[in-house]
């Protein structure tokens, strides 16, 4: 190897080794700022966390009635409505004339109310429309109706995760969302002992403040029998424990 290349090798190394030593001295304030940051980064993250809730929910579909429940009038025949004589969520009396049904003369019925209350149509019922036979017509909701309450159905598995005083989340609106000005709380009252023929188990909720004021102001029109979406909460975690208890099980 000539001198030449040696020199010129010799020279690149001191060079190397002079870049080596200036990209080594970090300032230290950059330091001592860099672990700041990081340590508000992750303060911050887990404060956060520990404000966001992200509960376990099971979701189901409830209908709203009434502790007093609605009476439904049925056509008897198959045949045609001859008069119609109230309108849909009007004010009604015991024992007055709702509609007439005729077959063409042989069979005639005649509905009337059995109750004091409002009466709510199920389909847009005018005279000489035709009516088979079993066909829901009116309901009527009693003028002492009681409290607002929802009927939900859940599987028999899942019957371990509810209890007497679980809070459900409903909205009175066909889209759901948490917070919403149409979503509400309610709480469940009632558990059915056994499941149905088609494992179903039977669950009662009641309306809770806001549930009943969204009702009374009429933000929707309340129709008994009207179905909504439901979240029965199972477990109100916050995010922050959510974490924990994954990375516990990742351990265990």
Do not use: C
């Not at 970090?26 to 966001?52: A, D, E, K, Q, T």
């Not at 008897?76 to 709702?98: A, P, R, W, Y």
Request: glycine letters at 8%; hydrophobic letters at 40%.
């Amino acid at each position: 190897m000539s001198h030449n290349n040696r020199l010129e090798r010799y020279d690149l190394k001191l060079r190397s080794e002079a870049v080596q030593e200036v990209l080594g001295l970090v300032p230290h304030w950059m330091i001592r700022w860099g672990n700041s940051l990081i340590f508000s980064l992750v303060l911050g993250v887990f404060s956060i966390s520990y404000f966001i809730k992200y509960p376990d929910v099971l979701n189901s579909e409830m209908t709203i009635t009434t502790a007093n429940p609605p009476h439904n009038s049925f056509s008897e025949i198959n045949g045609e409505l001859e008069q119609v004589l109230v309108s849909d969520g009007t004010k009604v009396t015991k024992g007055q004339l709702l509609a007439t049904l005729t077959d063409g003369g042989d069979k005639k019925q005649t509905l009337v109310s059995s109750t004091n209350g409002v009466v709510y149509f199920s389909n847009f019922w005018e005279a000489n429309m035709l009516v088979k036979k079993g066909k829901l017509l009116f309901s009527t909701v009693p003028e002492n109706h009681g409290p607002y309450i929802g009927k939900i159905a859940i599987q028999q598995s899942q019957l371990n995760a509810v209890f007497i005083g679980q809070q459900v989340r409903f909205a009175l609106s066909e889209s759901f969302f948490f917070g919403g000005e149409t979503s509400a709380k309610g709480h469940i009252t009632r558990i059915a002992k056994i499941a149905n023929e088609e494992n179903m188990v039977a669950l009662e909720v009641e309306l809770d403040d806001d549930g009943i004021s969204l009702l009374k102001e009429k933000k929707l029109s309340f129709q008994p029998g009207m179905k909504t979406e439901v979240k029965i909460i199972t477990e109100d975690l916050r995010l922050l424990e959510r974490f924990f208890y994954t990375v516990k099980d990742i351990f265990k």
